[in-house]
């Protein structure tokens, strides 16, 4: 199986730096796929080449990739064999979006629930979380609300959201 770029979008060009004339004809994975991960994709393409069946086909993967720059950045690629008469695997067409600042955010998302979960260990006072009801009825377009004993009342989603996906393990 050619491992050569045939088609580089304007979203391509965007995301990793390089233009259609310097991307088409290269070897897609030197470049744009740190070196770092080269030897398992290597690994995995005679498997692909003889059956068209690979772990990262038909599904959304997160992945390194590089940039023209250097620079490595998160990403999510999803991936489909094109497949010949014969049912064999001719190429592979993939789309890639960088991720990194939705990374970041829910980074920074599971730090402030940390924060909050320590203040919430460390603090003498009661604290309680009312849920959509209590937001609804106070015309808060919240989904939770955390009211300390002093009577003050705190909305915070992205603690709340955190402390839902806590639940549920």
Known sequence: LDRRIFIWSRAAE?????????????????????????????????????????????????????????????????????????????????????ITDRKKAEAATREVAELYRAFLQASPDAVGIAERGLAAAKGIGADYLILDTAGRLHIDEPLMEELARMKER
């Open 14 to 98: 965007r995301i990793f730096g390089y233009t259609q004339q310097e991307a088409l004809g290269r070897d897609l994975h030197n470049l744009l796929v740190p070196p770092r991960y080269h030897e398992a994709y290597l690994k995995a393409m005679p498997d692909f080449g003889q059956t068209g069946l690979g772990n990262a086909l038909g599904r959304t993967l997160e992945m390194k990739g590089l940039r023209k720059d250097g620079s490595v950045f998160e990403g999510e690629v999803t991936n489909a064999a094109i497949l010949g008469a014969d049912g064999k695997p001719r190429a592979v067409i993939g789309i890639t979006r960088d």
